[in-house]
């Protein structure tokens, strides 16, 4: 099974669609309703390991994140709940389950000075978003998961 958190938006949607096809999938989703899919309505700051426990995936693709740059300066605790503490738990718990995990970042980890980044550059965040994501990623490497940087055109 494959669980995709953070599905209610129209391109995560689109990447647990996708996967549905060839796939067991849940889409996991807190705002939007989710039709077509097999998917569970959650509030990823409230017990996220419980996905793991409940549904034993063998992959998890982590796109949930409070994005919105200005509401993330302006309330830096909701953004922290759901950009750090909550895939702190789900990453506890997928290293000792043995799940991986894919963690869908932002070119947001980055100054923006430079552009056409590439991998081995240095992130260099300006804002809170672009702080919790980098930290995400740092997360998602130290519990054995993969990193997939997302870019804003």
Known sequence: MII??????SP?????????YKYDVLAVYNDHKIDGINSLKLDITKEPEKLISDY???????TAAM?????????????YDVNMVSLRKLFSKAYRKRTKIIYISTDN?????????????????????GLTKFTGEEIALSNGGAILRIVAV
Not at 4 to 9: L, R, W, Y
Not at 69 to 77: A, G, M, Q, S
């Open 4 to 9: 995709v958190i953070g599905a209610s938006s």
């Open 12 to 20: 995560e949607y689109k990447i647990a669609l996708k996967l549905s």
């Open 56 to 62: 034993q995936p063998d992959l998890i693709v982590h």
């Open 67 to 79: 994005g919105n740059v200005d509401f993330c300066e302006e309330d830096k605790e909701v953004c």
């Open 109 to 129: 980890v980055f100054d923006g000075k430079k552009g056409l980044y590439k991998e081995s550059d240095i992130p260099k965040p300006i804002n809170f978003n």
